[in-house]
């Protein structure tokens, strides 16, 4: 079974490489820029159509608010980039918010961060996912409707391609990253002269009539209307995610690293801030008008839209009013935007396998995990991670708008822990040093991370509030479940740690008064004899060898060539009432543990070693189930004696590759 | 994950019965009769139908020769209940037309009817279960169209009441049986007397206007209804299935076990042939109509039928006539039927395990399954029976129509092979016995073998071309695969054992040199004291103990944890490139095999025995994989020192149940 997985998994996921093969080349900024920030910008292609059709359920008028919920979510996010900018000099070790919020508010809220991370990193291929075949579904027309699958083959191609490792150096990042921005300030430019030369057309969304909702006749008005207004923030703030990816990074960035991480930060949030005012200003000046569901909610000349129409997401409707539907310009500010979402799922196949092994080391996640070098480790974190994007992109069938109701909850409650961490891990600093400037630096930085916390806290109640029904309450309670089940296997590990540790009792001198060796035989073949020597080589104080009586006929030829090798071992035969092998042998053994209790007793197994899986199914069976009942049994060690069978040889060639 | 399966098995399935307490209880005939019987009998409620609906595509004249057909079914019958009378005589032990075959006619045809056998098991138990789920659904009105539904259930809750185990005493079985042949017989009688009084109704069903097939305008003419009434034929030869079954039985009978084996055969074919005689009388006599799609191939009054019309199994219309629909005795027949039914599959369910563990015994499936005392052996038989029996009856929806078209290839593929064999027995006996009296019984036997021969196989060609199209070219393909993978696992076994066979290169005495110790050490903790004390118990030539550097600062804990034990055994400590466990373990050994190839290398492994399924993924992963790499090495033995941690208490009470 192994050896034939393992066969498999090498044609499809390549030879894994040497963990000091991937030295750690130190990023300078114009390629550590791109590397961490195509999460970050790649959220320009989906937060603007949030805040659009979430502002068009009051109506028309409610849409001319769109730019000043886009100027909301850059305040929200330059203090962020403030706010991390501290971070950065302060935790320069790359352990991030889960370090932060563990040394100075405790493991409970350093769990919490844990949990709220690992599901938004889920989130963040789901959402990156879904939107990339929303672009792609824009410029391959028929793709339309496909999204579901198109973004289900995505993360699967994804998860391969990071089966296999990526190799590549960050410049392959930086390309497209660059080209993307390009574009974007390419076309918001174009856009700009086009509009000051009166030469800038209509988006065809822009001659649709919005029918508001139920309660929204008068626009953006009373509780609901301020409600409806937060709710348009809070997807926009969608745009925040993949800031905390730089202060992750640190350690890799080239000296002197905290300084160049902070600028790179900067210039992130600098560049993000001007793409969503230049798509939100396009989207206002060409009048694109976008729908939770077209359908319902858009007139034409009075009539509902025709059967068919495809609303395409704000930039490729930008760039087809600004260039031209179908121009060559279009098709590369498309394809840039949907390659940079590709990039951003990507970034969350990197963070999160680091984050699992983080929690694996803190012995909150299985110990097998904790070496990132170890593939394994590697593996299961990927496969664990495509596999709940495919659960989310598939139940709620590559939705964006419904998938972004779940998103963001988990990197505010991050962001709002990491920076109260930051508060008291200025307020502990400040306690120690003396030095005046050095004091007047933290206390500034302490000023920056507290309106930091504030305003995160205050987007997480909001983000709490206005999705909670929306489809939060999903996020919450994965998160609750990650949480319960990391306390847990700490909780195990640590009641194990103590039941194990070594004590006065525990004496590494008291050895086993006598060694008592039991063979098992079935019949008399090469394996068997193999099982003999090696016992006999022991040098037990007593060796016996047992065979269970099965079938009388066959028993008899097992006593007759045990016999003919004219060997000083004897051959017990045991009885079998049930015609079943485990019993009697357990009874055997309880026998020979009570009637000495202080000698070891050793049973030796003859195994066959196998080549493919379905021989290990006719093999091996009665012998594992011994196995498994022995270990319960104290005093009783299992010798697995492994006789490799010819078959076993080309399953070995595969199990000696590194 | 045992432990927890075992606990929910325990729950489900209750204890396992003591092999020697399902003791031999020798069978008079009369309760004989019933145990073998119901697969035999209750074929009488789908044989019938199934001969009428094949007549009707070529309209109501061609009906008219249901009689016919019937009697043909019955000299058949009656040919076969002959032949066996034969079989039984000479093959008194029970191992059925398998040991037949194999050994009169060699391992290929034993194995071919094995494959046969097998396949038909599965059918007995799709079929009978969709049948009987249709006389439930004519009791129960609302339960038309849940045919397949009930039948799933019904095929689970049979396996789950086989997988419990069946104590009680083939009384349980007599009296439905008898129910149900009185049930049939007084049907019969009261239809009779209905008849000479001129008392007798009409079936609803006899008011339909046939339209026959295209090509049948002019009713059974030509060749394609000579294919036609064939078809009929062979349908109606499922009447013939499990006439085999009192062959198998015949050591469970009292004495003189032959002569009442061959009595009850008697007794059981003239009761069949009596049954499907009173049924094809009556349902002609009443005008009863079936056809395969009633709402096109039937006319009303010149009108397709209403929607909704549901047509009833021959049996239920005939009762419906006879006793009137709704009346008491007509819901005595119904059930007497159904019930009927699910005793015929549940004979699937005893003799499938067993011919699997014949099958096992002489090597041909794994050697686990070969005792059929050992509870494992029978679960595995019962549930591959009832997975087989539930693909067939969802993918065909339960229409018995469709699963009688694979059915009884397999029947009539046993039976000629069967019959083959004995005319071989017989000829071979007569070689060698010179007595008079004798050889005319020989003589006489083997005449009656040879018309059973020419007979069976008569029937089988016929079948084969009738319903090769229609469906049996899926039992076919089965029955190859089940040929081709019997031969194979024999193919491998035979390999095996002369692969391991003792020769004089394989000396008992020749014994490793020297024995050298290897212990893992991850921590020091009380299991890895626990090992070391074993691995210097088995006082080895060398011992060392070796710890993997995957943490420099865990490492360096570990190498202090040792050095304060103070014991005269040094610790390796192995360098990490990869930061992985397996490689740097490997390539120790591997060292150390080259330097001292003649050398025994005994790993000792702590291993820790977990309580709950979870805890086992949380620990022993690596040691797992280590364990599975070092079988590959020759020269190699791993010894595993089991630690019992506290949570393995509970499961062990488990593991401690018989």
């Known amino acids: 079974m192994l050896t034939f997985f393992n066969a498999f998994k090498r044609v499809l996921v390549g030879r894994p490489f040497r963990n000091d093969s991937l030295a750690h080349t130190l990023l300078p900024k114009r390629i550590a820029l791109p590397v961490f920030a195509s999460d970050a910008l790649s959220s320009v292609a989906y937060a603007p159509d949030e805040i659009l059709l979430t502002l068009a359920l009051a109506g028309a008028a409610a849409v001319t608010m769109a730019p000043w919920v886009g100027i909301a979510v850059m305040v929200v996010l330059l203090t962020v980039v403030a706010s991390y900018r501290q971070n950065v000099h302060a935790y320069p070790s790359g352990g991030g918010d889960y370090e932060i919020a563990n040394v100075n508010l405790g493991k409970t809220a350093g769990l919490t961060v844990a949990s709220a991370l690992l599901v938004d990193y889920v989130l963040t291929v789901a959402v990156s996912m879904s ?159 976008m729908a939770q569901d077209p359908a319902s909610e858009f007139l034409l000349n009075g009539q ?61 996640l299985p110990r ?38 779940l998103y963001i909850v988990g990197v505010f409650i991050s962001f709002t822990a990491s920076q109260l961490g930051m ?61 319960m089940m990391m306390l847990s296997i700490r909780m195990h590990y640590d009641r194990v740690a103590k039941e194990l540790a070594v004590d006065e009792d525990s004496s590494p001198r008291a050895l086993p008064s006598r060694v008592h060796a039991v063979l098992l035989v079935s019949h008399v073949r090469k394996p068997v004899l193999r099982a003999l020597a090696y016992a006999r080589a022991s040098r037990p104080s007593r060796l016996d060898a047992i065979t269970v009586d099965l079938d009388p006929m066959e028993t008899e030829q097992t006593v007759q060539d045990w016999e003919k090798l004219a060997i000083p071992v004897p051959l017990t035969v045991l009885a079998s009432p049930y015609r079943e092998t485990i019993t009697p042998i357990m009874d055997y053994i309880t026998t020979m543990r009570r009637d000495s209790p202080r000698d070891l007793i050793v049973v030796y197994i003859p195994e066959y070693v196998v080549g493919k899986w379905w021989e290990q199914l006719v093999h091996n069976q009665t012998a594992l189930r011994i196995k498994t009942r022995l270990h319960f049994e104290s005093g009783v060690m299992v010798a697995s004696v492994p006789w490799q069978l010819k078959s076993s040889e080309d399953a070995q060639k595969f199990q000696d590759l590194p």
């Open 423 to 483: 508060v008291r891990h200025w307020t502990r600093l400040l306690r120690m040093v003396k030095d005046k400037a050095s004091r007047a630096r933290m206390v500034k930085s302490r000023v920056i991370n507290g309106v930091g916390f504030l305003m995160t806290l205050t987007v997480l109640i909001i983000v709490l509030i206005t999705k909670f029904e929306q489809g939060a309450w999903i996020a919450l309670l994965a998160m609750l479940f990650l949480f």
């Open 131 to 289: 939107s990339a075949a929303n672009y792609l579904a824009t410029a391959v027309p028929g793709m339309h409707g496909t999204q579901a699958l198109v973004a289900t083959i995505g993360v699967v191609l994804l998860a391969l391609v990071n089966l296999r490792g990526i190799k590549e150096a960050g410049s392959v990042f930086a390309v497209p990253t660059y080209i993307f921005i390009f574009c974007i300030f390419a076309m918001t430019v174009t856009g700009l002269i086009e509009a000051v030369s009166g030469n800038l057309a209509r988006a065809p969304s822009a001659a649709f009539e919005i029918l508001p909702e139920a309660g929204f006749e008068n626009g953006l008005v009373g509780l609901a209307g301020g409600f409806l207004l937060l709710r348009a923030f809070s997807s926009g703030a969608a745009a925040l995610t993949g800031v905390e990816a730089i202060s992750n990074g640190v350690p890799n960035f080239q000296k002197p690293k905290s300084k160049n991480a902070a600028t790179t930060l900067l210039l992130l949030g600098a560049i993000a801030a001007a793409m969503i005012a230049g798509i939100l200003y396009l989207a206002r000046a060409t009048g694109v008008q």
């Open 304 to 364: 509902p839209l025709p059967d068919g129409y495809v609303q395409n997401p704000t930039i490729s409707q930008i760039a087809g009013t600004v260039f031209g539907t179908g121009s060559i310009p279009f098709f590369i500010v498309v394809a840039a935007t949907g390659v940079i979402l590709v990039f951003a799922s990507n970034t969350a196949f990197n963070g999160f396998p680091v984050l699992a092994s983080i929690l694996a080391q803190d012995g909150y």
């Open 368 to 405: 097998q995990l904790r070496t990132r070098g170890d593939r394994l480790a590697f593996s299961n974190g990927v496969i664990a991670l495509a596999a709940g994007a495919l659960v989310l992109i598939i139940a709620f069938d590559a939705d964006v708008t419904k998938l972004i109701q």
